[in-house]
């Protein structure tokens, strides 16, 4: 078990547009740190998020992909939600120009007189750009092929400390004093004038952990690229293979192109979803995907995934 802090995704919603009873539409959570970062925002994921036991008093972000209903729908009600709770505070939307303008006048409307903060991220859809980072980690935007203009987002963790090698540290008689800066990378040196370099009082650091989120989008074979060695690539599967001459069309992807930008990347493994309410069977997406990449991890709502 590790000991390393929370780098966790949240599924809320796995569902595509049209309104399904096994499913509710986009929305996820990553919590990093004790820190809750949104993606997307569909209808009804104010109410998943709270059955997940997560804490509005936590969230501060939402990043939208693209202005869908389907991805959208939900933002005002939580908004609505986390100005009734009083506690004042702050939330940021990361999205479009276009986003603002909209989702500004629905606020301005609704939730006018609360003494809550609502902040606007504008994004380029065009510009594949580090949007946002804190001491723990960085998000950058990579866009994408929708039918309207779309993002994906890499959550990129900072890398850690080394961890202290508490038994060496005794054996050589490292002072309390001067641990932090030995897990900071400095030497100890001894009274004696011995010098005890710091990877032998140190064990290595956590390998940084990364999520990429591909929301909509057709297949993109060039995002392997972009995307190269992600701990969990979160890549849509609206539709099967049997179905894909609806998926480019639509600006979608099959559950085996998503594998096959699992495969070309080298992802560490592949979560499924945004699940076209024509299936019935949400394992099929899982197995078709496994033909050409091995680690598949079936999106659910409700669904935890700790990295
Ligand atoms: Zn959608
Ligand atoms: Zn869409």
């Known amino acids: 078990m590790s000991n390393a802090p929370d780098f966790t995704i949240h599924c809320l919603g796995c569902g595509s547009a049209k309104p399904s009873l096994r499913h509710n539409p986009s929305s996820t959570v990553l919590d990093c740190r004790g820190n809750l970062f949104m993606i997307d925002c569909g209808e009804g994921a104010q109410r998943t998020f709270q059955q997940q036991r997560l804490k509005f008093s936590r969230l ?4 939208l992909t693209h202005l869908h209903g389907d991805h959208v729908f939900g933002l ?3 908004i609505g939600t986390l100005a009734l709770s009083g506690g004042g505070g702050s939330i940021t939307i990361h999205t479009f120009e276009e986003g ?4 500004t006048d629905i606020f301005d409307y609704f939730c006018r007189d609360t003494p809550f903060d609502i902040r606007f991220n504008v994004l380029s859809p065009a510009e594949e750009t580090v949007i946002f980072e804190n001491n723990a980690m960085t998000v950058r935007t990579i866009p994408l092929s929708h039918r309207v203009p779309t993002v994906g987002y890499v959550f990129e963790e900072k890398p850690g400390l080394a961890h202290i090698n508490r038994e060496m540290c005794d054996f050589h008689g490292v002072p309390i004093s001067q641990m932090r800066a030995i897990k900071g990378g400095a030497d100890f040196v001894k009274p004696d004038g011995t010098v005890i370099p710091h990877a032998m009082l140190t064990r290595p650091a956590d390998p940084p952990r990364s999520y990429a989120h591909i929301g909509d989008t057709k297949y993109m074979p060039t995002l392997a690229d972009k995307i190269r060695g992600v701990s969990l690539l979160y890549h849509e599967t609206t539709y099967l293979e049997s179905d894909k001459a609806l998926a480019g069309p639509r600006g979608h992807s099959t559950a085996l192109q998503a594998a096959t930008v699992a495969r070309d990347a080298g992802v560490g493994a592949l979560l499924t979803g945004h699940y076209s309410s024509r299936y019935h069977d ?4 899982a197995a078709e995907a496994k033909e050409v990449f091995p680690t598949v991890i079936t999106g659910r709502e409700g669904l935890r995934i700790p990295l």
Not at 60 to 63: E, R
Not at 100 to 103: A, P, T, Y
Request: hydrophobic share 55%; glycine share 14%.
């Open 60 to 63: 501060g972000h939402v990043f």
């Open 282 to 285: 949400d394992a099929l997406f």
């Open 100 to 103: 603002k303008r909209i989702l």
């Open 76 to 78: 005002p009600g939580l």
